[in-house]
């Protein structure tokens, strides 16, 4: 079983930035890729963006240039730097783990 548990959600304006990070505990037998996923009110959970163990990225096109995933091996932690943030871009962040594990999600919401 694993754990995780996201932080840094809240409300900023358009233009602003947050940082989201997902502590992950439990049965980590071993590395695997981590994500962040959105879901907005009546629309379907996305993909944000997702790194594998060796650091490899794969981004959705809506903020490609705007967010940054990385990952901290050694505390098994996940982080997204969001920039440029759009009210668009408003909806809980999930943290995931392996395609099976998520988090309890994290709001965010841009507004002015």
């Known amino acids: 079983q694993v754990q995780l548990v996201e932080s840094g959600g809240g409300l900023v304006q358009p233009g602003g930035s947050l940082r989201l990070s997902c502590a992950a505990s439990?049965?980590?037998?071993?590395?695997?890729?981590m994500g962040w996923y959105r879901q907005a009110p009546g629309k379907q959970r996305e993909l944000v963006a997702r790194?594998?163990?060796?650091?490899?990225?794969v981004y959705a096109d809506s903020v490609k240039g705007r967010v940054t995933i990385s990952r901290d091996n050694a505390k098994n932690t996940l982080y997204l730097q969001m920039n440029s943030l759009k009210p668009e871009d408003t909806a809980v962040y999930y943290c995931?783990?392996?395609?099976?594990?998520w988090g309890q999600g994290t709001q965010v919401t841009v507004s002015s």
């Open positions: 439990g049965s980590i037998f071993s590395l695997n890729t």
């Open positions: 995931n783990y392996a395609s099976i594990y």
């Open positions: 790194i594998t163990s060796g650091g490899n990225t």
